[in-house]
Protein backbone atom coordinates (compact mmCIF):
# COMPACT_ATOMS: atom_id res chain seq x y z
CA UNK A 1 0.00 0.00 0.00
CA UNK A 2 1.05 3.22 -0.50
CA UNK A 3 2.13 5.68 1.85
CA UNK A 4 1.04 9.26 2.58
CA UNK A 5 1.14 11.00 -0.56
CA UNK A 6 1.82 15.25 -0.70
CA UNK A 7 2.57 17.16 -3.61
CA UNK A 8 3.98 19.33 -4.44
CA UNK A 9 7.84 18.23 -2.99
CA UNK A 10 9.64 21.86 -3.52
CA UNK A 11 7.24 25.01 -3.98
CA UNK A 12 9.34 28.58 -4.73
CA UNK A 13 7.19 31.24 -4.91
CA UNK A 14 7.04 34.80 -4.51
CA UNK A 15 5.53 37.24 -1.85
CA UNK A 16 2.01 37.15 -2.24
CA UNK A 17 1.30 34.14 -4.49
CA UNK A 18 -1.35 31.68 -3.47
CA UNK A 19 -0.19 28.46 -2.51
CA UNK A 20 -1.71 24.65 -2.83
CA UNK A 21 -0.10 21.95 -1.13
CA UNK A 22 -2.01 18.55 -1.50
CA UNK A 23 -2.48 15.23 0.87
CA UNK A 24 -3.83 11.58 0.07
CA UNK A 25 -3.72 9.95 3.00
CA UNK A 26 -3.55 6.21 3.39
CA UNK A 27 -6.55 4.29 2.20
CA UNK A 28 -8.73 3.54 4.85
CA UNK A 29 -7.32 6.09 7.28
CA UNK A 30 -9.96 8.51 8.87
CA UNK A 31 -7.72 10.99 10.72
CA UNK A 32 -5.49 13.41 8.69
CA UNK A 33 -3.31 15.75 10.19
CA UNK A 34 -0.99 18.23 8.96
CA UNK A 35 1.70 19.96 10.54
CA UNK A 36 4.48 22.73 9.84
CA UNK A 37 8.19 22.40 10.74
CA UNK A 38 10.59 24.93 10.70
CA UNK A 39 13.81 25.25 12.69
CA UNK A 40 12.42 28.15 15.22
CA UNK A 41 9.31 26.23 16.18
CA UNK A 42 10.02 22.23 15.70
CA UNK A 43 7.23 20.58 14.62
CA UNK A 44 3.55 22.67 14.95
CA UNK A 45 -0.05 21.08 14.57
CA UNK A 46 -1.71 23.18 12.38
CA UNK A 47 -5.27 21.51 12.05
CA UNK A 48 -6.23 18.02 11.94
CA UNK A 49 -9.57 16.37 10.33
CA UNK A 50 -11.59 12.88 11.90
CA UNK A 51 -13.99 11.88 9.15
CA UNK A 52 -13.19 14.60 6.66
CA UNK A 53 -14.75 17.00 9.79
CA UNK A 54 -12.07 19.83 10.89
CA UNK A 55 -11.66 18.97 14.89
CA UNK A 56 -8.88 21.53 15.88
CA UNK A 57 -8.05 24.53 13.71
CA UNK A 58 -6.47 26.50 16.75
CA UNK A 59 -2.63 25.86 15.91
CA UNK A 60 -3.80 27.04 12.03
CA UNK A 61 -1.49 30.78 11.93
CA UNK A 62 -4.11 33.06 10.66
CA UNK A 63 -6.19 33.53 8.18
CA UNK A 64 -4.27 33.40 5.32
CA UNK A 65 -3.99 29.85 5.80
CA UNK A 66 -6.85 27.27 5.03
CA UNK A 67 -7.58 23.76 5.39
CA UNK A 68 -10.23 21.28 3.30
CA UNK A 69 -10.55 17.67 3.17
CA UNK A 70 -13.86 17.41 0.54
CA UNK A 71 -13.60 13.39 0.96
CA UNK A 72 -11.31 10.41 2.31
CA UNK A 73 -8.84 10.54 -0.02
CA UNK A 74 -7.74 13.99 -0.18
CA UNK A 75 -7.00 17.05 1.74
CA UNK A 76 -5.31 20.65 0.66
CA UNK A 77 -3.77 23.25 2.55
CA UNK A 78 -3.45 26.61 1.27
CA UNK A 79 -2.09 29.91 2.14
CA UNK A 80 -2.88 33.13 0.66
CA UNK A 81 -1.48 35.46 0.16
CA UNK A 82 1.86 33.76 1.39
CA UNK A 83 4.54 35.66 3.37
CA UNK A 84 8.55 34.77 3.69
CA UNK A 85 7.49 33.57 7.12
CA UNK A 86 5.52 30.54 5.81
CA UNK A 87 8.61 28.89 4.65
CA UNK A 88 8.59 25.65 5.96
CA UNK A 89 8.33 22.02 5.34
CA UNK A 90 4.55 21.20 6.01
CA UNK A 91 3.72 17.48 6.62
CA UNK A 92 0.74 15.88 5.93
CA UNK A 93 -0.23 12.27 8.33
CA UNK A 94 -2.95 10.30 8.77
CA UNK A 95 -3.78 7.61 11.03
CA UNK A 96 -6.36 4.59 11.06
CA UNK A 97 -9.89 3.92 12.62
CA UNK A 98 -8.01 2.02 15.50
CA UNK A 99 -5.75 4.61 16.02
CA UNK A 100 -3.43 3.55 18.37
CA UNK A 101 -0.81 6.18 18.11
CA UNK A 102 0.78 5.87 14.82
CA UNK A 103 0.79 8.38 12.54
CA UNK A 104 1.86 7.96 8.97
CA UNK A 105 3.95 11.10 7.80
CA UNK A 106 4.26 11.84 4.21
CA UNK A 107 7.53 13.06 2.43
CA UNK A 108 6.73 16.31 3.28
CA UNK A 109 6.26 19.73 1.35
CA UNK A 110 9.09 21.67 1.36
CA UNK A 111 8.28 25.19 0.62
CA UNK A 112 10.22 28.76 0.38
CA UNK A 113 8.44 32.18 0.16
CA UNK A 114 10.56 35.15 -1.78
CA UNK B 1 -1.22 15.79 27.75
CA UNK B 2 1.96 15.59 30.17
CA UNK B 3 4.80 17.49 29.05
CA UNK B 4 7.80 15.07 28.66
CA UNK B 5 11.97 16.29 28.84
CA UNK B 6 14.60 15.14 27.00
CA UNK B 7 18.25 15.57 26.35
CA UNK B 8 19.08 17.86 23.59
CA UNK B 9 21.21 15.18 21.80
CA UNK B 10 23.34 11.93 22.43
CA UNK B 11 26.33 10.38 21.11
CA UNK B 12 26.35 6.20 20.33
CA UNK B 13 29.28 4.11 18.83
CA UNK B 14 27.87 2.31 15.81
CA UNK B 15 26.90 -1.35 16.60
CA UNK B 16 26.57 -0.29 20.42
CA UNK B 17 22.90 0.17 22.29
CA UNK B 18 21.42 3.44 22.02
CA UNK B 19 20.27 4.15 25.42
CA UNK B 20 17.32 7.53 25.09
CA UNK B 21 15.91 8.59 28.10
CA UNK B 22 12.55 10.69 28.81
CA UNK B 23 11.18 11.80 31.99
CA UNK B 24 7.24 12.39 31.72
CA UNK B 25 6.69 12.90 36.10
CA UNK B 26 3.19 14.30 35.16
CA UNK B 27 1.65 11.42 33.34
CA UNK B 28 -1.32 10.64 34.30
CA UNK B 29 -2.79 6.80 34.38
CA UNK B 30 -4.76 7.19 31.07
CA UNK B 31 -1.63 8.67 29.37
CA UNK B 32 0.70 6.22 26.94
CA UNK B 33 4.20 7.02 26.03
CA UNK B 34 5.14 7.16 22.16
CA UNK B 35 8.66 7.01 20.74
CA UNK B 36 8.67 8.70 17.13
CA UNK B 37 12.29 9.82 15.26
CA UNK B 38 12.45 11.71 12.38
CA UNK B 39 15.60 10.64 9.77
CA UNK B 40 17.01 14.35 8.12
CA UNK B 41 14.37 15.60 5.66
CA UNK B 42 12.44 12.79 6.47
CA UNK B 43 8.84 12.79 8.03
CA UNK B 44 8.91 11.50 10.95
CA UNK B 45 8.44 7.44 11.74
CA UNK B 46 6.30 5.80 14.73
CA UNK B 47 8.82 3.55 16.26
CA UNK B 48 7.07 2.29 19.51
CA UNK B 49 4.31 2.97 22.04
CA UNK B 50 3.33 1.57 25.84
CA UNK B 51 1.47 2.40 28.72
CA UNK B 52 2.88 0.85 31.66
CA UNK B 53 4.57 -2.74 30.55
CA UNK B 54 7.82 -3.29 28.93
CA UNK B 55 7.69 -3.34 25.26
CA UNK B 56 9.51 -4.57 22.07
CA UNK B 57 9.42 -4.66 18.32
CA UNK B 58 11.61 -5.48 15.66
CA UNK B 59 12.99 -1.53 16.24
CA UNK B 60 13.43 -0.60 19.64
CA UNK B 61 12.66 -1.82 22.74
CA UNK B 62 10.63 0.53 25.02
CA UNK B 63 11.22 0.40 28.99
CA UNK B 64 8.64 2.73 31.42
CA UNK B 65 9.97 2.80 35.03
CA UNK B 66 7.17 1.40 37.52
CA UNK B 67 6.08 4.96 38.54
CA UNK B 68 5.86 5.90 34.80
CA UNK B 69 7.28 8.88 35.96
CA UNK B 70 10.37 8.29 33.20
CA UNK B 71 11.40 5.25 30.28
CA UNK B 72 14.12 4.37 27.66
CA UNK B 73 14.23 3.93 24.90
CA UNK B 74 16.52 1.21 23.54
CA UNK B 75 18.19 0.73 20.08
CA UNK B 76 19.98 -2.65 20.54
CA UNK B 77 22.61 -2.19 17.98
CA UNK B 78 22.66 1.40 16.27
CA UNK B 79 23.45 1.85 12.89
CA UNK B 80 24.53 4.99 10.77
CA UNK B 81 21.27 4.95 9.43
CA UNK B 82 19.40 5.62 13.21
CA UNK B 83 21.02 8.80 12.86
CA UNK B 84 17.86 10.88 13.74
CA UNK B 85 16.03 13.10 15.94
CA UNK B 86 14.02 11.20 18.52
CA UNK B 87 10.46 12.26 19.70
CA UNK B 88 8.95 10.92 23.37
CA UNK B 89 5.67 12.01 23.34
CA UNK B 90 3.00 11.49 26.23
CA UNK B 91 -0.71 11.53 25.02
CA UNK B 92 -3.62 10.01 26.41
CA UNK B 93 -4.93 6.60 25.60
CA UNK B 94 -5.22 5.24 21.67
CA UNK B 95 -8.53 5.09 20.15
CA UNK B 96 -9.27 8.45 20.12
CA UNK B 97 -8.27 10.70 17.46
CA UNK B 98 -6.53 13.28 19.17
CA UNK B 99 -2.73 14.53 17.55
CA UNK B 100 0.48 14.17 18.72
CA UNK B 101 2.29 17.25 19.83
CA UNK B 102 6.02 17.61 19.12
CA UNK B 103 8.80 18.74 21.60
CA UNK B 104 12.59 18.99 20.25
CA UNK B 105 13.25 15.39 21.02
CA UNK B 106 17.05 14.33 21.05
CA UNK B 107 19.46 14.39 18.20
CA UNK B 108 21.07 11.31 18.11
CA UNK B 109 24.47 11.19 16.21
CA UNK B 110 25.90 7.57 15.40
CA UNK B 111 29.37 7.49 15.18
CA UNK B 112 31.66 5.03 13.05
Known amino acids: DAGVIQSPRHEVTEMGQEVTLRCKPI?????LFWYRQTMMRGLELLIY????????DSGMPEDRFSAKMPNASFSTLKIQPSEPRDSAVYFC????????????FGEGSRLTVL | DAKTTQPPSMDCAEGRAANLPCNHS???????VYWYRQIHSQGPQYIIH???NNETNEMASLIITEDRKSSTLILPHATLRDTAVYYC?????????????FGSGTQLTVLP
Open chain 1, 93 to 104: ASSSPLFTGELF
Open chain 1, 27 to 31: SGHNS
Open chain 1, 49 to 56: FNNNVPID
Open chain 2, 26 to 32: TISGNEY
Open chain 2, 50 to 52: GLK
Open chain 2, 89 to 101: IVRVAAGSARQLT
